[in-house]
């Protein structure tokens, strides 16, 4: 089975397993993907994450984060720039997500950062995903 959409995957991989409660979930390494999960980390969407070498690509590990009430921390996460459908945008007219509740993490020319810090840079780019 090959794959067209790892990010994609990514974000239904996530969405299944807090739908399911899990405490973790593995997904296949790859650049982006680590540089993604970096983010949900940093803006504090999931506890942790480990990458790990196997014998192909790598693993990467991810610890989801709920609340007190076992709610998941993450609400949604939504894929903006599709394999058919790229999104492009320049710095000043990436929107904040939910009023800056949420994020949107861009790809742009000095790597994966989230709409906030692009906007600080001044710099436009692919707009990947939105979490709330």
Known sequence: MTMTDPIADLLTRVRNAISARHDRVDIPASRLKVAIV??????????????????????????????????????????????????YEKAQDIKPVLSGLGVLIVSTSRGVMTDKEARRHGLGGESICQVW
């Open 38 to 87: 970096r983010i949900l980390k940093d803006e504090g969407f999931i506890k942790n994450f480990k990458v790990s070498r196997d014998n192909q690509q790598g693993v990467i590990r991810i610890f989801l984060k709920y609340t007190d009430r076992n709610t998941p921390v993450i609400k949604g996460l939504a894929r903006v720039s599709k394999p058919g459908r790229r999104v």
